[in-house]
């Protein structure tokens, strides 16, 4: 990366952006037109589970890259136990020098001088008498245990075992995932035996990956304990929402049962028009598609039955009906799919099928376009605080029936319980008063703009903590850059602070900034702190309503020279110039390393890159520009860019740049 510019440093020093290079005075003058939210969450939030006890016993796994243990794994396991478990002995290597062998649990017995790391719940786990409860752990949840000269790590699923497998690696060799290929471990070490007595509880039971550098892979997942996509919901032939026409296909039941759809024929009709007997044949073909994809899914407790992506609502007589009496299309689904999950619950209970009796499984509805609004009424309680209640016990959803929430109008560089937020808000209590369980699909990048930063590192915290003290919440989902392989703007950093704040809401987010920064750059690590405190502070300037008052949500025009006048964009590129300068003798040294720094440096300049060659092009000459943007799209495509705007190709962007 190299770029030629027509430097404006003494107008720099006008600007926030250079806070840490300007004298005192101007550093004051700065702070005051800088406008960070303020937390209104502060302190620990209680209720979540991670007792983590850990002491030396004197014993070591691995010693002098030698070992007698050996890793053990049901001989049923599934493909995620069977990773996770080669997973373990990878790092296990790479750290020891030592590969341990991975053995099933045939006729194996707990003894007090067998060395074993046993993964997940199989016959040596219950032979030690260890238990993976599902009331304690739900299916995320994981617990590790030292029993003589044995651990024993898993959870009542295999998610859970997954997990134990990565807890067990960070005590034991400081593994630290922060992202795609970015893995920290101790090196050339003997392996220490711990004595373990470790129970964690995901604070967001469920947690979705949420961008293209971590979801595209399992295995760069599920180090980070993200689930995989296609891993959480039972997928209904492959979709988990907007699947209602997969469990009731118009093209193979319309002609029969027009009844069963809306006149529009864009969704469901939920009430088969009125007729009670067409309804209960309806839910029926449903059932049969839920029960089959269930059988085919065993390791994911959520399915989803939500609506087409289209909003329109049956307009029929019976529907109108109930939109009229609940104020809402959401009381005519929730009928619907409450009695849809009535038989799911029976028929597992009865254990059909070979579907164990305990399996769990919950399913969800979209509070989405026509179903948004929850059918509620308000009330004033004995405090006189006006509280939510149901208009009636009809349209409360199943214990096992769960509303999933999705705020796209949010403003996310406020945190949900600032200004107009607050309306998202109302809703979650709403939909509370309904729903024992609520799932979160919430959102962090710009996505007319992917190659712009969005700033919602500032609610991010808040958010988590939040969102974790109402008490219901089951699943998150924070949609980043979902289709883009890598991005800039520190999305990739938005990544890792994902992964440890949903886990639990009360680490310190600038505690986790400072090791990224440490760990992703290196000697690097000053400078691009400088770029990203710089970044984070001009872009509360600009959308400051005393400034530049840009809009906050997730749709805005943030591409304009307005937002970044060109002498803030050559500030950045001159900070990760220097930045790339202090990696140098690496290149040297060690190539490898060097390589890495400097990869994760160049993904960060694409953001000030891009804006400096769409928004001031004509400060170049035509041969300049077209080097400068041969460049940009070299570094881009290797990086693994591949989107300007969700959905949008940047191979268009370069056809209009003619390279
Ligand atoms: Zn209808």
Redesign the pocket.
Known sequence: MKLKRNLLLGLLCLSVLCCSACSNGSQQKNEEIINPTQPTVTGDIAGGTHQVSVTPTGKYITQQKKSNYKIVISKTAGTTVQTAAADLAEFIKRASGVKLPIIKDDNLKHSADNEYLCVGKNSLSDDAGIEYNYDLLGYNGLKITTKDKSVYMGGYDENGSSNAVYEFLSHAIGFEAYGKDYIDYQTNIDIELYDFDITEVPDFQWRRSSSGSINTNRVDARRMRFNPDGEIFVMIDGLDCHNTFKYIPPETYKSDHP?WF??DGEQ???????DEKSLEEMINVAFEKAKAEIIAQPHAELISFTQQDANT????????AERAKYGTDAA?MIKFVNRLDDKIQAWIKDNNDGVPADRSVKTSIFAYQRTEKPPVKEETDASGNIVYVPVDESVVLNDTVHIMIAPLSADYINPLNVGQNNTYLDMFDGWSALSSQIYMWIYQANYKNYLYPYNSFNSMSVNYKLLKDKGNVYYIFNQGQYGQPRSTGFNELKIYLDSKMQWNVNVNMQTLIEKYFAFCYGDAAAEMTNYFNSMRTWLDYIHSEEHLNLGKGVYEEINRSTYFPKNVLDGWLDTIERALVAIKPYENENYEYYTELYDRITVESIFPRYALLTLYSGYFSDSELRQLRTEFAFDARRLGFEQYQENGPLTDVYTSWDI
């Open positions: 009844e809306s006149n469901l009709c939920y009430t088969a028009h009125g609502w049956c307009q029929c007589e019976t529907c109108a005519v």
